[in-house]
């Protein structure tokens, strides 16, 4: 693990050292940029991108204020409630460790991204091909750090808390594992803050620019008239990429530490030391692979024409996941024993099972991958039906919209029960985590074509605020438009991750909850079912999760997008030299509006997430929190597809129609056309469904499991009220 980890930093480290030898320019105040945009579009160019990182890191920094307040006061909660013992630090050090690996990851992320943004569009004045391995290589840097440095946090941690505590007792060995959890719910609670807050700072921005600027003022995407510009462009890496990384770290670790968690669970299994590292090794076995697979996009496929970009893209998870089938046969055969004990009640399994478990997440992956951009690109009758639907207006193109999400819902849906079924059958709870990580095994360069797509789209921002002209232009928007695409996948594959994810640490937290002292409120899973009241109250209450959580962050979106409305639109009242192209807007207060807005409005949907599965089994135990989970899991993954893919294919409408594909009578509806119109209008609902609610979703879901995984043993210390809602008093007969 520690050398795949080291091989995988060396080649972020090697991508990231071609990066920084493309001299662009720069060296310009942000005063001069208005003026200096006509004499040198290099410099102006590089100067849009120090503004760019400028109020990136603004956000950044803002955001990590909160951060480092909640981390504190989590972890001194974990200190006194979690730990075995008074003085021990297991739970506590893992938090904080796994928080601190998740900021870093995110921030790598970010300093990339705006790092790779305008040298995408310098390259784009000499070819698409060149472009394309500038964003695709910045991608790179950003998926290999995060998933290296994870795997080699984590490794560090077990191999520290296996020296310093008395392993050979299989009491110890199982607190070990156990105490790894907090790991898991350190990257996860990071994630909350850069996929919440980031989200609706990119949207309250988007939004913003696009109501006043495209639909009011009729200014073209980008446009350096429009004040929200920068803001929209700062979003990107915010949101998208600092966002999707602490996202996709907090998958990682979570169905790293649940697979640990149930393995230390099984005496007959954590005996051998090579089998608890089987789940590490299905991520090292991963780094590999997709080194191998990104040669493909840099230095073999090379992308000539506006038509193969979007191939070259989706080749990589064919081709990590066409590597990675005999790695994962390889790698459980040779870390796991010949008989796998005690995972289901057959009793006896194999290292073939094992290896099915995880290939039925890698493949299950990749199908929901595949649905996702049937539903989502312009190529596909789904979307183009959109499209069409803009003839009549705003109102049929977001019926036509929400029918499609909902619909493009099945087969993931399909994709996820099948491999969770498959995996449980042959291996327990242990398969379901084992399946997660199979899913999350090509994540290297999961990663790096979901990171490409908001790298491309600031190109094309970049490119259209330096003036570089309409070729330049027409090859950044190719660039961004299979960026939307990989982007609506990346987000599909973090939503069936999370599923997976989820569910495994449900496994572990019910596995948890069976083996606490007899003293406290002991669970079995066989009394856990719909007949039990207080299960199915946990469930309802669950399941409604989702939606008040989506209602609180659209609404903050739609808050902060007010703010940013009516400042663009007093900017260009004020100076209506700005919309002639004489007067440079207000740039940084529109970053500053965003910034303020997105801070203030994380905080209730993150305490919601936070406080509801604490609150719950703090009074009710934790038999109501074994039907909230679930609740929450089978309701904010349909919700989460349903959201993302409809605000995707709304977004790809639009793209359609302003690629002058959209046909009616005879007429080319374009840019400007009434249809077109719709489509924006669609598309500024979407914003926040794709961008906000629906990826942030994956996070409840995440959050609220590892946060109970972590906290089984206090729910099982008080349960307030239990004995008072238990049948019969049974619950309170211990003594």
Known sequence: MGIASIVGLLYAVYNYIILSG????????????GNERHENKNHTMAQIGEIIARGANAFLYQEYKYIAMFVTAMAVLILLAVEEKFGQFYTTLAFITGAATSIASGFIGMRIAVFSNYRTAFKAQSSLAEAFVVAFRAGCVMGFALVSLALLVLTILIV????????????????????????????????LFGRVGGGIYTKAADVGADLVGKVEQGLPEDSPKNPATIADNVGDNVGDIAGMGADLFGSFAESTCAALVIGAENPDFRIHEGAMYFPLVLSALGIFACLVTSIFATNIMKVHLEDQIENTLKMQLVISTGILIPCIFIGAYSSLPG??????????????????????????????????????????????????????????????GLALGYLSTAIPAACIAISAYIS???????????????????????????SYGPISDNAGGIAEMSELGPEIRKRTDALDA???????????????????????????????????????????????????????????????????????????????????????????????????????????????????????EMVAPGAMVILTPILVGFIFGPKAVAGLLPGALVSGVQMAISSSNTGGAWDNAKKYIEGGNLIIDGQVKKKGSDEHKAAVVGDTVGDPLKDTSGPSLNILIKLSAILSLVFTKFFAGTGLL???LSEGGNECNKE
């Open 160 to 191: 520290l808390y296996r020296s310093i505590a008395d392993d050979s007792n299989p009491e110890n060995l199982a607190h070990i594992y156990e105490s790894l959890a907090g790991y898991g719910l350190g990257g996860s609670s990071i994630e």
């Open 424 to 450: 449980h059958r042959l291996l327990g709870m242990f398969g379901i985590a084992l399946a997660a990580l199979g899913m999350l095994s090509n994540l290297c360069v999961g990663l790096a074509i979901d």
């Open 482 to 600: 299979a960026g939307n695409t990989t982007a609506a996948i990346g987000k599909g594959f973090a939503i069936g991750s999370a599923a997976l994810v989820s569910l495994s640490l449900y496994g572990a937290f019910i596995t948890r909850a069976e083996s606490v002292d007899e003293s406290l409120h002991r669970i079995d899973r066989k009394a856990i079912n719909l007949v039990d009241p207080l299960v199915f109250a946990g469930l309802l209450l669950g399941a409604m999760l989702p939606y008040a959580f989506s209602a609180m962050t659209m609404k903050s979106v739609g808050k902060a997008a007010l703010e940013m409305v009516k400042e663009v639109r007093d900017q260009i009242a004020r100076n209506p030299g700005i919309k002639t192209g004489e007067a440079t807007p207000d740039y940084e207060r529109c970053v500053a509006i965003s910034t303020q807005a997105s801070l203030k």
């Open 722 to 724: 239990v004995c008072a």
């Open 22 to 33: 493309i001299h662009v320019g720069g060296g310009l105040s942000s005063q001069s940029f």
């Open 339 to 400: 008989e796998l004990n005690n995972f289901t009640p057959k009793g006896v399994s194999s290292p073939f099972q094992a290896a099915v478990c995880a290939l039925s997440g890698l493949l299950a992956g990749l199908v929901i991958g595949y649905t996702t951009e049937y539903y989502t690109s312009h190529a596909y009758t789904p979307v183009r039906e959109v499209a069409r639907s803009c003839e009549t207006g705003a109102a049929t193109n977001i019926i036509y």
